[in-house]
């Protein structure tokens, strides 16, 4: 007999942090530790804590940046499986991101789960990023950014 599955909801949030650097815009992109993938700074929302104030934690902790919450950007949903403690648990992951203005800090401060955390042009996080959901976050940034430029 198969055991029933858990299924729990997971909720995240994380950002597009932008700067702009002369006319350029860069944003921030972090490898994460073991499997040294590019993605955006994101975690877990904590009891608690609001999806917005998680984003600037998370931002600031993986991207060593202090930044300014603009606006949602997008809400990302997907499912994936574990095992934790024996058991399989499906998880429904909800990752709310935001577009935000960087204000201080440097990459190189970031927490010991960061690889690497960087500053690159809007096209080079595109190609960069591992997963496509992302990308098209970092697709909205940059439309966004660029309407606040006008």
Same mark, same amino acid.
């Given at each position: 007999?198969?055991?029933?599955?858990?299924?729990?909801?997971?909720?995240?949030?994380?950002?597009?942090?932008?700067?702009?650097?002369?006319?350029?815009?860069?944003?921030?992109?972090?490898?994460?530790?073991?499997?040294?993938?590019?993605?955006?700074? +994101?975690?877990?929302?904590?009891?608690?804590? *609001?999806?917005?104030?998680?984003?600037?934690?998370?931002?600031?902790?993986?991207?060593?940046?202090? *930044?300014?919450?603009?606006?949602?950007?997008? *809400?990302?949903?997907?499912?994936?499986?574990?095992?934790?403690?024996?058991?399989?648990?499906?998880?429904?992951?909800?990752?709310?991101?935001?577009?935000?203005?960087? *204000?201080?800090?440097?990459?190189?401060?970031?927490?010991?789960?960061?690889? @690497?955390?960087?500053?690159?042009?809007f096209e080079k996080a595109i190609e960069m990023?591992a997963f496509k959901s992302e990308r098209g976050?970092? @697709? +909205?940034?940059?439309?966004?950014?660029? @309407?606040?430029d006008r």
């Amino acid at each position: 007999m198969n055991a029933k599955v858990i299924t729990k909801d997971q909720i995240s949030a994380g950002g597009v942090a932008f700067r702009r650097v002369n006319s350029q815009i860069e944003v921030a992109v972090v490898s994460v530790k073991p499997s040294l993938r590019w993605q955006l700074p +994101k975690g877990i929302v904590d009891p608690g804590e *609001t999806s917005e104030v998680t984003a600037l934690r998370e931002v600031r902790e993986e991207a060593g940046v202090e *930044t300014e919450l603009l606006e949602l950007l997008q *809400t990302v949903e997907y499912w994936y499986q574990r095992v934790q403690y024996g058991q399989r648990i499906r998880y429904h992951k909800y990752v709310h991101f935001y577009l935000l203005k960087y *204000t201080a800090g440097d990459v190189k401060d970031h927490d010991h789960e960061i690889a @690497e955390a960087r500053w690159v042009s809007f096209e080079k996080a595109i190609e960069m990023l591992a997963f496509k959901s992302e990308r098209g976050v970092v @697709e +909205k940034a940059r439309i966004r950014t660029a @309407e606040l430029d006008r």
